[in-house]
């Protein structure tokens, strides 16, 4: 089936630790995006690319960091640099970032204690 | 700044009592608004793009409508299985989109 993989699906980590999301396409789709869901606070973008071996920063890039080395594939680390990492993160992706719909992965969920 | 404010937060509703949901936003050069349904620890799917004021989609019991300033999602004779939350998001020119908070629907059997 055609769609978006994020894994894992439940990760815990410790504190100080770097931590890598996975998320894969199989869609044939140009543009991946990373959002972060807190409650109340809606989606807030991480990271975006349009193209292998280029990446955006979005509102809130500070302790993260991505690459796309495959059209298929857009890894988001977090890094012990970012204050706050427990949250929601979604991996979405669209054939181009202009007036195309996003679709969304299940969602990877982080806690850092 | 560009903004999308969506109203009620939350909304609860009889099944079978309709109403709306409101996205209002302030971009300029507005490319599209699309509309997401998400239930609790899933990731958002995807309901409807608007591109111009004065279109309308429908799909099921949802009726998406949008204006120069604000987007309605009307929900006619909810069930119970339409409990969700409801996310709009804008779209200028070509950057990704930005995403209100959201209105979480519950609506009671």
């Known amino acids: 089936d055609g769609g978006i993989t994020q894994s894992p699906k439940y990760l815990f980590r410790k504190e100080g630790q770097n931590v890598t999301l996975s998320c894969e396409q199989n869609l044939n789709h140009d543009a991946m995006y990373w959002y972060r869901q807190d409650p109340g606070q809606g989606l807030r973008l991480i990271y975006y690319s349009q193209i292998v071996n280029d990446f955006q920063k979005g509102d809130i890039a500070e302790g993260y960091s991505v690459s796309r080395e495959k059209k298929e594939s857009f890894p988001l680390t977090v890094t012990s640099a970012q204050k706050n990492p427990t949250a929601f993160y979604l991996c979405?992706?669209?054939?181009?970032?202009?007036?195309?719909?996003?679709?969304f992965g299940e969602g990877s969920w982080l806690t850092v204690v | 700044e560009d903004q999308v404010t969506q109203s009620p937060e939350a909304l609860r509703l009889q099944e079978g009592e309709s109403s709306s949901l409101n996205c209002s936003y302030t971009v300029s050069g507005l490319r599209g608004l699309f509309w997401y349904r998400q239930d609790p620890g899933k990731g958002p799917e995807f309901l409807f793009t608007l591109y111009s004021a004065g279109e309308e989609k429908e799909k099921e019991r949802l009726k998406a409508t949008l204006t120069k300033k604000e987007s309605f999602l009307h929900i006619t004779a909810p069930k119970p299985e339409d409990s969700a939350t409801y996310l709009c998001a804008v779209q200028k020119g070509n950057t990704p989109l930005v995403f209100g908070k959201g209105t979480r629907l519950s609506v009671i059997a």
């Open positions: 979405a992706s669209s054939i181009l970032t202009s007036g195309n719909t996003i679709y």
